[in-house]
């Protein structure tokens, strides 16, 4: 038999989750006490499937602090909900009800469950995964840090580059790896077509900020001219 499933990998520091759904029932996204599917389009084939020519294609989406995935079988929308003139068991098909059991519940499982069985009889096996991003904790190393970018962006406005570098670097001495500090050195080497430098700097970037394809693509150009090409060719497909 072919199979269905939802297939994901999310970053725990960044947040940014990546996935493909082939034929499964979609993936929920609970945000502001609101509920949508993710999955309205770019649905694969069933894994099995012979003949298939459609380019493959994983999805992606920035997670927010408190944001919570739903995933789960068929039995959790599959309810039956009467019987039609013939006796046969009339089986739900609104895939909305279950957005609206996870709102009622405030996405609480046990509550989501109770209200699935409240609706009418279960007639399938239900299985539900619950994924909540949560907030980073404060770190008081970091109290001072958005002075320093404010500085640093400023600078940047005035096109006072050198003054910009030194502080830029000043920052990640205390704060390695910060992802402003970086994009900012980095557009500063782009101005000046330092792709050695942009190299050198650019993987700590894309690291954090996965979901910028501006730098992505501009992480296998500056690979390319670094003659970095195994790299250059890792971002360029990412990219793609």
Same mark, same amino acid.
Request: hydrophobic share 40%; net charge negative.
């Given at each position: 038999?072919?199979?269905?499933?939802?297939?994901?990998?999310?970053?725990?520091?960044?947040?940014?989750?990546?996935?493909?759904?082939?034929? +499964?029932?979609?993936?929920?996204?609970?945000?502001?006490?609101?509920?949508? *599917?993710?999955? =309205? $389009?770019?649905?694969?084939?069933?894994?099995?499937?012979?003949?298939? #020519?459609?380019?493959?294609? @994983?999805?992606?989406?920035?997670?927010?602090?408190?944001? %919570?995935?739903?995933?789960?079988?068929? !039995?959790?929308?599959?309810?039956?909900?009467?019987?039609?003139?013939?006796?046969? #068991?009339?089986?739900?098909?609104?895939?909305?009800?279950?957005? #609206?059991?996870? $709102?009622?519940?405030?996405?609480?499982?046990?509550?989501?469950?109770?209200?699935?069985?409240?609706? !009418?009889?279960?007639?399938?096996? &239900?299985? &539900?995964? =619950?994924?909540? +991003?949560?907030? @980073?904790? +404060?770190? *008081?190393?970091?109290? /001072? *840090?958005?002075?320093?970018?404010?500085?640093? =962006?400023?600078?940047?406005?005035?096109?006072?580059?050198?003054? @910009?570098?030194?502080?830029?670097?000043?920052?990640?001495?205390?704060?390695?790896? #910060?992802?402003?500090?970086? =994009? &900012?050195?980095?557009? %500063?080497?782009?101005?000046?077509?330092?792709?050695?430098?942009?190299?050198?700097?650019?993987?700590?970037?894309?690291?954090?900020?996965?979901?910028?394809?501006?730098? &992505?693509?501009?992480?296998?150009?500056? +690979?390319?001219?670094?003659?970095?090409?195994?790299?250059?060719?890792?971002? /360029?497909?990412?990219?793609?």
């Amino acid at each position: 038999m072919l199979i269905s499933c939802i297939l994901g990998l999310i970053d725990e520091e960044s947040g940014f989750l990546y996935w493909i759904n082939a034929e +499964h029932p979609s993936l929920v996204l609970y945000r502001d006490e609101k509920t949508e *599917l993710l999955d =309205k $389009e770019d649905i694969l084939l069933k894994l099995g499937t012979l003949g298939v #020519n459609s380019k493959f294609k @994983v999805k992606t989406l920035q997670l927010k602090e408190r944001d %919570i995935l739903f995933v789960g079988s068929d !039995g959790k929308d599959d309810i039956i909900i009467g019987k039609d003139e013939f006796g046969q #068991n009339i089986i739900n098909s609104d895939e909305n009800k279950f957005l #609206n059991f996870v $709102e009622q519940a405030k996405a609480n499982l046990k509550e989501i469950y109770s209200l699935i069985k409240e609706s !009418g009889e279960i007639g399938d096996d &239900i299985s &539900i995964l =619950k994924i909540e +991003h949560l907030p @980073v904790p +404060h770190d *008081l190393r970091f109290l /001072g *840090l958005e002075s320093l970018l404010i500085q640093a =962006k400023r600078f940047y406005t005035q096109k006072k580059y050198e003054e @910009v570098v030194t502080l830029c670097l000043e920052i990640l001495e205390k704060y390695p790896k #910060n992802p402003d500090a970086l =994009k &900012i050195l980095i557009r %500063i080497y782009y101005e000046r077509k330092d792709f050695l430098k942009i190299a050198e700097y650019i993987d700590d970037y894309v690291a954090q900020r996965p979901s910028d394809l501006e730098f &992505i693509f501009l992480a296998s150009y500056a +690979h390319k001219k670094a003659k970095n090409f195994t790299l250059g060719i890792a971002h /360029g497909e990412r990219y793609r």
